[in-house]
């Protein structure tokens, strides 16, 4: 009986001595793969997975165990890549307008002796009347008509005269005459702006479409216009026309 016993003893203490090594065995072993940080399958998942792959095949890790890191490492690397490109594309830029006054910005000056204009007025000094009498009306052919009011349209030297008339209405005298002076165009020409220089008379002379030159005065309702033509003999042609007002 106690033989018995004893072996009985022996039995148990064997089989509890199996069992606590057994379990400290399975304990190391699950403990392993929690301290990589990566979970670890029941018995009957991997024996699922193990199941659903063809024979040969070794199983392929989950896309969250090999795709999450490198999707972290792209997002820096997209962001790294984004402020280069932001700090390459930022570029100090020059303003498009001058900084250079220009010569609008300067100030202008008035000079001190402005030129004289071509055209000046008469002086402001008292101005006689040029016909302080009605003169006869009359035409000449060859000569000046008896009573041709020389002051208002004068000849110059050397001036063959063709034909002359003198109309008067009430205060009003149109005076005409045509001839030929052995003087140049322009010395004819000098001599009726010097004429009506003195007469206080505004003249301008222009040259026309014809070859002819024509010259221009007035003051007030009385004006004259006298043409020059140059002749192929060499003489000047004079036709000189004017309307004057009888003051006096």
Known sequence: MKSKSLIAVILSLA??????????????????????????????????????????????????????????????????????????????????????????????????????????????????????????????EGELTKGFPKDAIPLPASTTVERSSVEAQSSLVMVGVQGRSKQSVEDVLAFYESHFKDLQWLATTSDQADGTTQLQAGFGKETATVTLHQLPTGLTEINAAGVFTVEG
């Open 15 to 140: 089989a509890i001595l199996f069992i606590v090594a057994f379990a400290m065995d399975w304990m190391g072993r699950s403990e392993q793969p929690s301290q990589a940080g990566e979970p670890v399958p029941s018995a009957t998942e991997q024996t699922t997975q193990s199941s659903a792959l063809p024979s040969g095949q070794e199983p392929v890790a989950t896309p969250s165990e090999t795709t999450a890191p490198k999707a972290s490492a792209t997002g820096q690397d997209t962001e790294a890549s984004a402020e280069g490109d932001s700090s390459e594309k930022v570029q100090a830029t020059r303003p498009s307008w001058n900084p250079q006054p220009t010569q609008a910005d300067e100030r202008l000056e008035v000079p001190e002796e402005p030129s004289k204009s071509s055209s000046a007025l008469p002086s402001a000094e008292p101005r006689e009347p040029v016909l302080s009498k009605t003169p006869k009306t009359g035409a000449a």
